[in-house]
């Protein structure tokens, strides 16, 4: 595997369900993200990771729950969520997440998420 | 801060040029392109540093200009593998980059 990959690429769920979406970089990067995106609005920000720390949490509600074991690997955690979660999800990584936006990222293909 | 991007969509033939625009009204420290194509992850394409460099990807190129506080990518001779949704990411000084609602292009034959 090559680049950034996530699964499941797609996920259906009821609002009382709890899954888990997973994200893999093998680009031995350091900084890895959570975006959300929804049709007709701009990639949403959700949590950073840099050096397996978060380090931002964009007001994202608690139903969303990130975590990181290790600088490779990125998970989210989805609990009680609302109809209007559908979205896709997307993870990317870049290499230095000190370098003040001068880092190209990398994007996973996404995680296309119905809440029914 | 999400930087606004015009136009909303672009439609052109094959070999036509265009011009997509991402314009903040915060100061930039730099600006990123990427291009998205349905159903896959976007790609980046090119990184922008204020003080009014240009850079290419193949016959896409863009420019910075911190004055305007804005980047135009212009699409040069346009061939099909160019249709997608352009994204710029604004950088203000931390590596969080906040992204503007795309610019769709539509490249017909």
């Known amino acids: 595997e090559t680049g950034v990959t996530q699964t499941p690429r797609h996920l259906v769920m009821g609002m009382t369900n709890k899954k888990s979406l997973k994200c893999e970089q093998h680009?031995?990067?350091?900084?890895m993200y959570w975006y959300k995106q929804s049709a007709k609005k701009p990639l949403e920000l959700m949590f950073v990771?840099?050096?397996?720390?978060?380090?931002e949490n964009n007001s994202v509600p608690s139903r969303f729950s990130p975590e990181c074991p290790n600088s490779s690997h990125l998970f989210l955690h989805l609990h009680t969520l609302q109809p209007e979660d559908s979205a896709l999800y997307l993870c990317?990584?870049?290499?230095?997440?000190?370098?003040?936006?001068?880092?190209?990222?990398?994007f996973g293909p996404g995680t296309r998420l119905t809440v029914l | 801060q999400q930087p606004v991007q015009s136009p909303q969509a672009v439609i052109l033939r094959e070999g036509e040029d265009a011009v997509i625009n991402c314009s903040s009204s915060?100061?930039?420290?730099?600006v990123h392109w990427y291009r998205q194509k349905h159903g896959e992850a976007p790609v980046f394409l090119m990184i922008?540093?204020?003080?009014?460099e240009q850079k290419g990807h193949e016959k896409i190129s863009a420019s910075f200009n911190e004055k305007k506080q804005q980047s135009s990518l212009y699409l040069t001779a346009s061939q099909l593998s160019y249709s997608g949704t352009y994204f710029c990411g604004t950088a203000y000084g931390n590596n969080r980059l906040a992204f503007g609602k795309g610019n769709q292009v539509v490249v017909i034959p």
């Open positions: 990771y840099n050096f397996k720390e978060q380090t």
């Open positions: 990317a990584s870049s290499q230095d997440p000190l370098a003040g936006g001068l880092n190209e990222q990398f």
């Open positions: 915060k100061a930039l420290y730099s």
């Open positions: 922008l540093l204020k003080g009014g």
């Open positions: 680009l031995g990067h350091n900084a």
